[in-house]
């Protein structure tokens, strides 16, 4: 069964990425570090599918990833090639991006979110080896993508690949996701695992306030700050998450919003940033600059709205990836049999029936037969099975 405070948690990650992407607000970046909580959660999702499935999880994982890529790239790819993109074998990244697929002028910007698909991509590749490693060394395996990262930072790693850098930045919180599945952060007691989390938060905010980068304290600039940060809000919010919170679904409609982004979290999460490229100069022609309050939320409101049209016309696509049924909206309540039994049409008695309706699942009585009929029937079966060695039992 599925922990909603997990799916609420995946819920208002991505509700934040997209706010942040169409505000700019840095404030988003320090109060939810969204990125980092989505890592966590998948990497615990990896080592449990590792855990049911061994190394085929893998390909799972992969089956349910591209499919939605794939769609992205069949409209924006042929988009670039028009209007700029040099045609290489590099543009087969976009089927399988290892490394980052190629974009043109425009495409770079709206098609951003990518990177979060090619980390994802080399974490679901690592993690066999990764959970093996941590399961017998688990404190040397967590600390090694921090050590990697600060070797990045204080230079004693120069200029090292892209890939290697995303490794030291959020490959941390993966392993927390091993973590949190395996019962480790929930098996630390109070006294370990809050200290623990303050004096981490407490190191990572104090890089970040002393470490500033062009976009002020917004952490995507400032990646020691946010991946130590990062842990210390993982340790708490995920470390003590609840087993579950019914109360959602007590809430109808929150219920079916959280069912329903979770469900479609990857279509969001490609689709939304070309509509927030393409709105950026609209709402300007109508006189709304990018920071007056009302053309900001009028944005807002716009990109939620054109990815929910767009969810709707693909989002089917993460259904079918996963071998489901497809749903144009996901979590609609699934009836059983016996209810729709229950809300059947009864038929009416037959003409000259001498007793009323009888309720699904009753036993109707049984026809009256005269006692000498009722005996030969009785003795006919009766003899033929004694006749072939069997016995006759009661009812």
């Known amino acids: 069964m599925r922990n909603r405070y997990l799916d609420l ?27 980092a909580v989505m890592f966590a959660l998948a990497g615990s999702l990896m080592a449990a599918s590792l855990d ?9 994982r992969l089956r349910r990833l591209l499919p939605s890529l794939w769609v992205l790239a069949a409209v924006f790819v042929p988009a670039m ?17 290892i490394s980052d697929p190629p974009a043109n002028y425009w495409g770079g910007l709206a098609l951003s979110p990518i990177w979060y698909l090619r980390d994802y991509l080399w974490f679901v590749l690592a993690s066999p080896l990764a959970l093996w490693l941590f399961r017998r060394a688990p404190l040397p395996t967590l600390a090694a993508p921090y050590a990697l990262l600060a070797a990045i930072e204080f230079g004693i790693l120069p200029n090292p690949p892209t890939v ?17 599945h395996d019962g480790l952060l929930r098996r630390m007691r109070n006294r370990v695992l809050l200290p623990l989390a303050a004096v981490v938060g407490a190191a990572g905010l104090a ?3 002393t470490h500033p980068g062009p976009r002020g304290y917004d952490i995507n600039d400032i990646p020691l700050g946010n ?11 995920i ?7 019914a109360w959602v679904d007590r809430v109808p409609v929150l219920g079916r919003a959280v069912t329903v982004v979770n469900r479609r979290a990857l279509t969001v999460y490609l689709w939304h940033m070309p509509f927030v490229v393409a709105l950026t100069p609209l709402v300007g022609l109508v006189g709304w600059s990018p920071t007056d309050p009302v053309g900001l939320w009028l944005r807002v409101g716009l990109v939620f709205a054109l990815v929910g049209v767009v969810t709707l016309l693909v989002g089917w696509v993460e259904d079918v990836a996963a071998r489901r049924t497809p749903e144009l909206v996901p979590g609609k309540p699934r009836r059983s049999a016996a209810d729709r039994a229950a809300d059947a049409p009864a038929s009416p008695a037959p003409a000259g029936a001498a007793g009323g309706l009888v309720g699904a699942g009753a036993r109707a009585p049984a026809p009256r037969r005269s006692p000498e009929r009722s005996a030969d029937r009785v003795a006919g079966p009766e003899r033929a099975r004694r006749g072939s060695g069997g016995s006759l039992s009661d009812p």
Do not use: Q
């Open 9 to 35: 948690l995946r819920f208002l990650a991505i509700l934040r990425v997209v706010t942040y992407h169409v505000t700019g607000y840095a404030t988003l970046t320090l109060v939810f570090p969204a990125m």
């Open 52 to 60: 049911r499935s061994g190394l085929p999880a893998v390909g799972r």
């Open 81 to 97: 090639l028009l209007t700029g993109l040099t045609f290489s074998p590099k543009v087969l990244l976009w089927l399988f991006p």
């Open 164 to 180: 290697l850098r995303e490794f030291g930045l959020y490959f941390g919180a993966w392993l927390l996701g091993f973590a949190h």
């Open 207 to 209: 890089w970040i306030v």
């Open 227 to 237: 991946a130590l940060w990062a842990t210390a809000f993982i340790l708490v919010a």
């Open 239 to 245: 470390g003590r998450a609840p087993t579950g919170a």
